[in-house]
């Protein structure tokens, strides 16, 4: 019989054989091969999770790396900035000098090409103090303020984008406390002489 004949034979109920492998104690090919499959099929879906992470986590940096690249570099230059404003304050007799002009001109010229990069100070005087952005040197009794608030600045704090590159040194206002002649740690002694009357 060719296989021409074979194709175009038909076949009937009594001419198929069903074979059971259970009875002869061979396990079916496909529940034989189940758990490797599903196994495997676990650890791919355990790589690619890890791999979709790690994937995320990558992007996440460089864009930190991005956005924050500068940083180091701002805070390095911001001793310079102090040093500036501090020549500027001590000038206060020579405004009209060139060289006080120059150092101010200069001094706006750098801070408008950080203000570019994301370098902004943080509002200190007369603002309440947060400990976010303030760090607080010393307390200072002020009648004419709110407690709590930033009474003096003895050095400017920066803002990079977010986050705080560098905080406020600053003086807190307390409520001025009424002031005693008396010390409040004395007792007060008083001594009562009585005579008795003789009769």
Do not use: C, W
């Amino acid at each position: 019989m060719d296989e021409k004949e074979f194709k175009n034979q038909v076949f009937g109920e009594d001419d198929i054989e069903v074979v059971n492998n259970e009875e002869e104690g061979v396990a079916p090919s496909e529940s034989s091969g189940r758990p490797e499959v599903e196994e495997q099929n676990n650890k791919y879906l355990r790589l690619y999770a890890d791999f979709e992470n790690y994937r995320k986590r990558a992007n996440r940096d460089k864009e930190e790396l991005v956005k924050y690249g500068n940083e180091t570099l701002l805070y390095e230059l911001l001793p310079a900035i102090d040093n500036l404003e501090l020549a500027l304050k001590h000038a206060t007799g020579e405004l009209n000098s060139g060289l006080v002009q120059g150092v101010e001109m200069s001094l706006r010229e750098l801070q408008r090409t950080l203000e570019k990069f994301g370098l902004t100070r943080i509002a200190a005087q007369g603002m309440a103090f947060d400990p976010a952005v303030h760090h607080a040197m010393s307390q200072v009794e002020r009648s004419d303020m709110n407690e709590k608030m930033v009474a003096e600045e003895f050095r400017t704090g920066y803002r990079f984008r977010e986050k705080v590159l560098r905080p406020s040194l600053v003086a807190v206002s307390v409520k001025a406390q009424k002031r005693e002649d008396k010390d409040p740690d004395a007792v007060e002694i008083t001594i009562k002489d009585t005579l008795e009357e003789e009769a």
